[in-house]
């Protein structure tokens, strides 16, 4: 099985721009963002769809996204 990108970010063998981490996710900079203020929210528990997120990964994956979509968007404003 080749080595999944994302848990290698959060394992800490590649570098990313984490913008937010915590027990349950990390937020990262897209190094190819499709936007400005384009980020990825990535579990701390290897997953390939969020079907696989039971729903405390689920919860903490949504409180992330709503939580930083705010800090972007007053940072963007600025």
């Known amino acids: ?7 290698e970010i959060i394992a800490g063998r590649k570098a990313a721009s984490a913008v937010h981490a915590d ?4 937020v990262i900079l897209d190094h190819k ?9 990535i579990p701390r528990v290897h ?3 969020l079907a696989e ?17 705010a800090l ?5 404003a600025r």
């Not at 027990?23 to 990390?26: A, L, R, T």
């Not at 972007?72 to 963007?76: M, T």
């Open 1 to 7: 099985m080749r080595a999944c990108v994302f848990c």
């Open 23 to 26: 027990d349950s996710v990390v």
């Open 33 to 41: 963002p499709a936007t400005v203020g384009h980020v990825l929210v």
């Open 47 to 49: 997953m390939t769809g």
């Open 53 to 69: 997120a039971d729903d405390a990964v689920g919860t903490a994956i949504w409180r992330a996204l709503d939580e930083d979509a």
């Open 72 to 76: 972007i968007r007053e940072a963007l």
